[in-house]
């Protein structure tokens, strides 16, 4: 095969298009205003300038955001805390930047977009919402790139389907969204929706970069059924049943509206290759629809809170939970939180200590105590009529009970506790944000998640928490994290939170992430998602048998988008066009 | 892209390779006997006895069969009821055939034959155990492939874990393997393993397939986790957490034997892309080693059958059933299941009738008296400790109560059904093969499964119902069906049961299911699976926006396999070195 030329940040692909040369159909003049921070890998300003007197024509005016140079230096504005960047920054705030925005207003224009960034060879970031915390929020892993607003106009539920119990969403449905519209159509008592921590996040984004929640339909991906997809050729897929096209569609219509197949969303794998999950932390097409089936009224709920007193007990407690999880007496997504993770939800560092080093085990005791929790504490719920809950809850406290000192509390007997309020309504799927007070742990409080698997193991689980809190303390930062326990599996997550405004502070979280990402390769341990910036690194720990699955990866990259132009660099995969070590992180570790 | 060279049946791709070109590094003589009943396509006899030599060469001599010409004209030998073909053709039982088996010994001996067949242009086609009856058993869609063996020797039990509750198998460990290997470490009490209908299948094809068993764990490729996959170019993956190396692995082993990840099969997405549905139904991978799910012993189960009288009464019954799947009072895959489908199992057609035409109502009315039976035939299970059981029970029984007529057994008051004492096992993972008796319905009974999708709903089912009974009764078949309820959908099994030595018999077959796959698409409903001779027919009716889905197929299927060696128009894909046109099946309709 030939190889491609890359693309590297030096290099300028194509000669440059003067904006001059540019002209609209109707002859207005280009106005498009603004002196980009940062413009597309190997891209002059002309040749961008005609790009967005394109995508103009594409979108409308209204529709394009140039990422301003001066109007950033001067305000902040869409740096902090708009949609286009990370408002979590962990380099300076102007590395993962885009060159504009574009907020598509329907398919056909997510189509065109995708056929001018191919003409232009110019790299797209599509963004539901940009609500990706601590992940990298919607900004692009190659600055430069556009980002594609997918949420600002496409935001509407399009169905909720009482009887198949699922609901088909656009990109710009939050959960709060869905939630409200359930409520608001008197559907609430009949369904629910699955929500994570915090509410303010795109449905289908969360889905699509495999969130997580924690009513019994947790795993988001798992309950998705069918989507519809821009592919990088601008060509319109709709997977599993839905590409069976529906006998009453009515054919005057462009596909993206056409209806669906009556099964598209009630049953996920159609007929041959079963391609959805390509398209999940993937670079290969923008999700345009998704299918998200609705957990249905279980006919009773209650939730709970098990405080676990001491430190040690954590591995008692977790291999407490692996059979009771596996065997589905724990029916849902349960969590086991350090106490720290509690103690920021209600207040910030100060209000606890005036210490700046890492809080020590007798200061966490005496936090817990003041509290009136453990020093973990495990979140769970019951779910069905009251004989059901009342085995479940039998054999739930006969199991935690023989942690000695466990105590077990209804959220009516701790109303003043904030979190297990909270807890309460997440575990039934009415979504908050309560939950994103903990990143006020700090001033100026931003943070990184970093998320590795573990198994269901006491052993496990104390090695993934002696590893972490070492050495998130090595690095002056107390650990703050927690267990969310998955059908045969824990999603270990770390919350990193650092002060944004304090340059040493974000070399530090970036210095442990990193160090973190290698430390537990070296256990065996992978991270689940991650941040942009370290995006490589995580990749390049699946390595097994000579990097095969990276190798697969980038085949199918180059065969699906042969120019590179969608989301290059998206979860370590880099279309050939790229030459993956000029796009490293700089690293001020 | 250069368009490339069309592999047709008559056209002959490279030139002929003498055999006595050929000598093993050794220095022996060749010795693969047999005039093969059919070659690859475009290969000469010469080349081919060459790419046969080369083969043992990989696998040794006694793992590669011809399928020899003067052989099958003798004795019927691999023809009937043997690996390589299909055991139920409905066209000339020479059709679908392989020129050769060749059954590799090892991951190494995959990777190998993959290779050769690259360099010999010669199409594959991977059989686990060859069982796939009712979709085209072992036999491959292009005539002359090689048939790859793999369950022959890769045929064992790798791994149960108890904690994490999972098996790990090869490509030949069948549902019974699988069952016993608990029964004989006396894991059963802990542990279950989904079956099907039909325990004598492999795992690993049947997960890669999509099959469905009747446990809460039915949905058999949503409880896989962690595969081993050789690709066409021969390197290997393993997929999700599998792709981290394990830092116990001994460097010094090779990739296939090293140790898995320890969270391979506990949590499947992994990071980046999850790759894993594009290998199921698919022709980009040969799947090695696969993880699977086992269940826990709920702590209690009772299995029951309502019976439901009136064939009108299906209507009311799928809308009973619908919010009770939905809302897990039924926790399981149950089935409801015509009466024929049961009196089938209990005894062949002329046990019930002389009639050659099929059945009236009047008449199957009197079989289900016979029988004590209703029309329709309710099979599902409770799982979970009594006070569980009893919840379920009594909504199941209020619900079903308001059916007129129906009645409800426990398998102990019916113990001479052998329906419902076999499924009282099937629903908890007991394998057997008793139901593969429906096929002796008709002397030298053959089956061929027309499986749409459904709704949950009773205008659907009694739809689909009223079609595919009147189109079986105009091509002379009795109607014999289930439908296994899914989470959200059906799975509408209609098993088109033929007589394989009368021609006739055959070719109705072959017509009324390709009627139905048409009938069926201008309804919106699409099938799941289907034999060889169907896939290029339902392929095409996954038409959505100009076959969209179908050209993201081959495009996938090029950049992985350039010169589409790796079973070539399987579930309709078909790479571009194929003519599409040229491999139609002959329809004798």
Chains 1, 2 share one sequence.
Not at 98 to 116: E, F, H, K, Y
Not at 258 to 275: E, I, V
């Amino acid at each position: 095969m030939k190889e491609p030329e890359k693309v590297t940040p030096e290099e300028t692909v194509g000669g440059p298009t003067p904006a001059s040369a540019y002209r609209r159909p109707n002859g207005s003049a280009p106005q498009i205003a603004g002196d980009p921070l940062c413009l597309p890998p190997g891209v002059d300003s002309s040749t961008f300038k005609t790009f967005t007197l394109r995508l103009a024509d594409i979108v409308g005016q209204e529709n394009i955001t140039i990422i301003d140079k001066a109007d950033e230096l001067r305000q902040d504005s869409y740096l902090n805390p708009s949609k286009v960047h990370d408002m979590f920054y962990i380099l300076e705030k102007e590395y993962f930047v885009a060159s504009c925005v574009v907020a598509p207003r329907n398919v056909p224009d997510v189509q065109a977009i995708m056929r001018l960034c191919n003409e232009f060879i110019i790299p797209a970031w599509p963004f539901s919402i940009g609500r990706n915390v601590g992940y990298g929020g919607s900004a692009p892993r190659v600055p430069g790139s556009i980002g594609i607003d997918m949420g600002r106009n496409m935001n509407k539920v399009l169905e909720v389907n009482v009887d198949g119990a699922y609901a088909l969403v656009e990109p710009g449905v939050t959960f709060f969204d869905l939630h409200d519209y359930l409520v608001k159509n008197n559907l609430r008592d009949h369904l629910w929706c699955d929500v994570p921590d915090l509410g303010g996040g795109s449905v289908l984004g969360n889905t699509v970069e495999r969130g997580v929640g924690y009513t019994p339909y947790g795993d988001h991906w798992m309950m998705h059924c069918g989507m519809e997809i821009v592919l990088p050729d601008g060509s319109l897929i709709r997977t599993g049943m839905g590409a069976l096209p529906d006998p009453d569609a009515d054919p005057s219509l462009p596909p993206h509206e056409q209806s669906w197949n009556k099964c598209a969303h009630l049953f996920n794998y159609g007929f041959g290759p079963y391609n959805d999950g390509i398209f999940s932390q993937g670079s290969l097409g923008i999700v345009t629809k998704l299918g998200i089936w609705l957990m249905t009224n279980p006919g009773g709920y209650q939730s709970y809170l098990i405080t676990i007193p001491r430190d040690e007990d954590l591995h008692q407690a977790v291999e407490i939970i692996r059979p009771l999880r596996v065997g589905m007496i724990l029916q849902n997504v349960p969590t086991l939180r350090h106490v720290l993770l509690d103690a920021a939800v209600m207040g910030d560092r100060k209000t606890y200590t005036s210490s700046t080093k890492p809080l020590t085990d007798p200061e966490i005791d005496a936090i817990a105590e003041k509290l009136n929790l453990g020093r973990w504490n495990f979140y769970g719920a019951l779910y069905g009529p009251p004989p059901v809950r009342d085995v479940m809850w039998q054999v739930v406290k006969a199991s935690f009970g023989k942690i000695k000192g466990a105590k077990f509390y209804f959220p009516e007997e701790m109303p003043d506790n904030l979190v297990l309020q909270t807890r309460h309504d997440t575990l039934q799927g009415i979504p908050s944000v309560t939950e994103l007070r903990w990143v006020d742990w700090l001033p100026n409080g931003a943070h990184l998640f970093f998320s590795p698997i573990a198994k269901v193991s006491g052993d496990d689980a104390v090695a993934q928490y002696e590893l972490t809190r070492r050495r998130s303390e090595e690095f002056g930062f107390d650990f703050i994290g927690t267990f969310v326990v998955g059908m045969r599996e824990m999603h270990h997550i770390v919350c990193i939170v650092f002060d944004r405004k304090d340059p040493d502070s974000r070399r530090r979280a970036h210095k442990l992430i990193s160090i973190l990402v290698d430390d537990a390769a070296k256990q065996g341990w992978g991270e689940y998602r991650t941040h942009l910036a370290l995006m490589d690194q995580i990749a390049s720990t699946y390595s097994f048998n000579d990097n095969a699955m990276s190798k697969l990866n980038q085949k199918i990259k180059d065969a699906l988008d042969p120019k590179g132009i969608l989301a290059p660099g998206k979860n370590g995969v880099w279309p050939s066009s790229y030459d993956k070590e000029a796009w490293k992180v700089p690293f001020r570790g």
